[in-house]
T-cell receptor, first 110, second 113 residues
Framework: QKEVEQNSGPLSVPEGAIASLNCTYSDRGSQSFFWYRQYSGKSPELIMFIYSNGDKEDGRFTAQLNKASQYVSLLIRDSQPSDSATYLCAVIEGAQKLVFGQGTRLTINP | EAGVTQFPSHSVIEKGQTVTLRCDPISGHDNLYWYRRVMGKEIKFLLHFVKESKQDESGMPNNRFLAERTGGTYSTLKVQPAELEDSGVYFC???????????FGSGTRLTVV
C-alpha cells in the first residue's frame, strides 16, 4: 500500500505569517493529491486537489507538488486563528481509495 | 443540500456485543465510502460502494465487519462481535467521484470496553 508521511506537529505559527505544511509519499507513480482540513471533533473537509507539478493557488491556500522529489506541500498565507486545525494529506490508490497521512496539527497564535 | 449523515454519533458497547453504524450519503452520490481512524493512527480505508455494489472492500479488517448498502441509498456497517481494537472513529463519505472530493460525515465514535 502507498504510504503518506506527515510531521504530526504541533506546528505553531503567528497570526499573519505563512504556514507551511509538508507531505511525502512513497509511490513514485502517484498522480493525484488532496489536502483536507479537520477541526477538532469534526469531519475532514477538502481544501485543495493537485495533480500537476508546480503550484495551484486558491485564495490564501497554495498547494505545491514536486513529483521528482515525491512531496506535496500546502502553504497558508496570512494565517488566521480560524486556520488552527489538523491538515491531512492524501493520495489516490487504485480507482477511488484515498490513503491518508497522520495529519499535521497546526496552531495559529494571535 | 443536506450533508452526509451518520448515526449514532457515539456508541459504547461491551466486547462481544454487536453494533450497527448507519450512513446516509448526499442524495445522488453513487459513491459511498467507509473509513476508520483508530486513536493515534491515520484515517484508513475500509470499503467503497458504487450504488449498491461493493467496489472495493480491501480495507475491511476481518469477517466480523459487514457492510451493506440497501438500494444504493443508505449504508450500514455492522461489527459482530466487537473487539477492543475496533474502537475508533468511523467515517462515512460520499462523492460523485474521488476527483470531486469526498464529503465526509461527522463520524461515529465507537468505544468497545
Amino acid at each position: 500500500q502507498k504510504e503518506v508521511e506527515q510531521n504530526s506537529g504541533p506546528l505553531s505559527v503567528p497570526e499573519g505569517a505563512i504556514a507551511s505544511l509538508n507531505c511525502t509519499y512513497s509511490d513514485r507513480g502517484s498522480q493525484s493529491f488532496f489536502w483536507y482540513r479537520q477541526y477538532s471533533g469534526k469531519s475532514p473537509e477538502l481544501i485543495m486537489f493537485i495533480y500537476s507539478n508546480g503550484d495551484k493557488e486558491d485564495g490564501r491556500f497554495t498547494a505545491q507538488l514536486n513529483k521528482a522529489s515525491q512531496y506535496v506541500s500546502l502553504l497558508i498565507r496570512d494565517s488566521q486563528p480560524s486556520d488552527s486545525a489538523t491538515y491531512l494529506c492524501a493520495v489516490i490508490e487504485g480507482a477511488q481509495k484515498l490513503v491518508f497521512g497522520q495529519g499535521t496539527r497546526l496552531t495559529i497564535n494571535p | 443540500e443536506a450533508g452526509v449523515t451518520q448515526f449514532p454519533s457515539h456508541s459504547v458497547i461491551e466486547k462481544g456485543q454487536t453494533v450497527t453504524l448507519r450512513c446516509d450519503p448526499i442524495s445522488g452520490h453513487d459513491n459511498l465510502y467507509w473509513y476508520r481512524r483508530v486513536m493515534g493512527k491515520e484515517i484508513k480505508f475500509l470499503l467503497h460502494f458504487v450504488k449498491e455494489s461493493k467496489q472495493d472492500e480491501s480495507g475491511m479488517p476481518n469477517n466480523r465487519f459487514l457492510a451493506e448498502r440497501t438500494g444504493g441509498t443508505y449504508s450500514t456497517l455492522k461489527v459482530q462481535p466487537a473487539e477492543l481494537e475496533d474502537s475508533g472513529v468511523y467515517f462515512c463519505a460520499s462523492s460523485q467521484g474521488v476527483y470531486y472530493g469526498y464529503t465526509f460525515g461527522s463520524g461515529t465514535r465507537l468505544t468497545v470496553v
